[in-house]
């Protein structure tokens, strides 16, 4: 068994008073066990972050400081930071030591009893990272992370910060959505519309996941009325999410708390537990309905729920977009970003550990021309001696942002963190190469803005009573239970570029008739957790017509079915399952009054009993 220090002083980096140039991270956080905070610059050291502690008078003496740090590129070190105590700098350069999070000694300084300032000093601007700092008069160092996550590391911090050791209750709901992306945001406003006294729960500060303010998408697929409203932006970039919904009395927004744990009995969830990034506070909410829009799988990961995940081969439901073989390949994550000139030149520094990874690509189409507002051009440099690829077409030749893709052959739950990192590496070095070039042309071209959070691509998929396929969109197969349209196209991404890996090989894009498609309610459950619905990208559809259904509009539209399901749930007092049994037309009229049309196949049965 491990032995933890007792005694010590440990300060969460997230917990710092004062944040400086340095912003939170929490995206990882079940990765590698804790938010942190990034220094990221693009490559201008940021603004110091201070906190204050305060030594007791009985516990004055010789501090060994611990800092829990990264080196993201390992014999690059780009990302090099300092402690500082009061005015003492420790002797250790953290971010340098070509290990992954690790906690590292970084020396030893005397403090008296009183107030100390510790500062979080960044010396270069390209993503230093801190989770946290121990203080202790011990040898022991303190504890590591496991993989997974282990239990007994938790314990250990909630007790040094004095923390709970089980979560508080949060509050009993009549149903919990998990996820506030702009899915997330639709089932919980609709849910509180119709009287249901509802709690949306999110990881991030904002609402709207990948058409948040932090990545810039616009929501494509059928919109409807509920989407439109919520998607307007306001002057900063942000959608209306979050005033809509503070706005309504019966939702509550847990901003910033990632569920991390579930209770289930008999094949229903009864709560779920959520942690506060900056407070470490961890909170217990309970409800009999949950809608996950997290396009994780959160709740049924935690849950036991049946799910999917990569490519079914071709034959298993007869898609002629689907490969010979299964396989676990899905879709991958983009970084946004965007270029401007200058008044005056701009400096870079070199990035060797980036053009590592860009090689001498220098193409800078595709940017982020403002939130809302993608597949922008940029500055382009065509290398001496460059020869088109032949295997690109019209379409891959057009300047789209989601050309810049990465991680498909990677586990989307543990290699998130590299994901993002080997894309920031990708626009860091694609841009010193467009400046180094072409110097005198582009001496003054800056980063204006480079996300530190990935427009997510493709993680598991819940399986419901049915899969939807290529061929019930292709064919607009009449369901019974129909409760919205989605449409616009199969959208396959396809890695294996032949030279740069963050780019994709071939992309895949198929209208077919052009006409919207039904949705059975079926695939809006799942098919083993009785009281556990789904909306967006994760819902029961296989990898060929999830590329078309995963479209932030269309999932909108699941999130309308599943709140008014989830209103006609605690109305009748049954599950979802029971709504499609025998109040199926209900939920169809009630989902309808919301988004303004019914279904093609409701519209058919209707006109066949006439």
Known sequence: MATFPILGILVEAEAFDDYGGWVLDSQFEMEMGSPYLLAHGNGVPVADATTTISIPLVDRG???????????VPGHHPGRFEVIVDDTVLETEFGANDMDWNWQLGGSVDLPPGEVQLTLHDLTGFCGRCDAIFLTLDDVPPPEFGEPVQEAERAWRRRLRGLPSEPVPGGTFDAIVVGGGLVGAAAALTAARFGERVALVQDRPWLGGNASVEVGLSPRGVRGPLVEEIQNRTAEGDIYAMQLLDAHPNARIF?????YDAVTTDGAIVSVDARHARSGWETRLSAPLWIDCSGKCILGLLSGAETLFGRECRAEYNESLAPKRADNMHHGNTVFFRTGMADSPVSFPTVPWATEVAKDYSNLGGQLITAGQE???????????????????????????????YGQWLDPYTQGEH???????????????????????????????????????????YKGDYVLSEPDVRTHKPFPDAVVQNGLAFCLHYPGHRKYDFRLGHW????????DFDIPFRTLYSCNISNLMMAGKHTSVTHVAGSCTKLMGNGGQHAVATAAAAHLCHEYRTTPRGIYKDHMRELQKLTASVTGRDCDSVNRSTISKL
């Open 419 to 461: 994901i993002r990192d080997h894309l920031l590496r990708a626009i860091y070095g694609t841009f010193s190469n467009v400046k180094t070039m072409e110097p005198e042309k582009y001496a003054n071209l800056n980063l204006d803005h480079v996300a530190f959070v990935a427009g997510q691509g493709g993680f598991r998929r």
């Open 62 to 72: 010789n501090y060994k400081v611990w800092v829990r740090a990264k080196d993201w």
């Open 375 to 405: 597949n922008g051009p940029g500055p382009v440099v065509v290398p001496p001696g460059h020869v088109p690829d032949p295997a690109d077409t019209h379409r891959m030749r057009k300047p789209d942002t989601h050309f810049w893709e």
């Open 508 to 515: 895949a894009w198929d209208e077919w008739d052009g006409k």
């Open 255 to 259: 901003l910033e708390h990632t569920v």
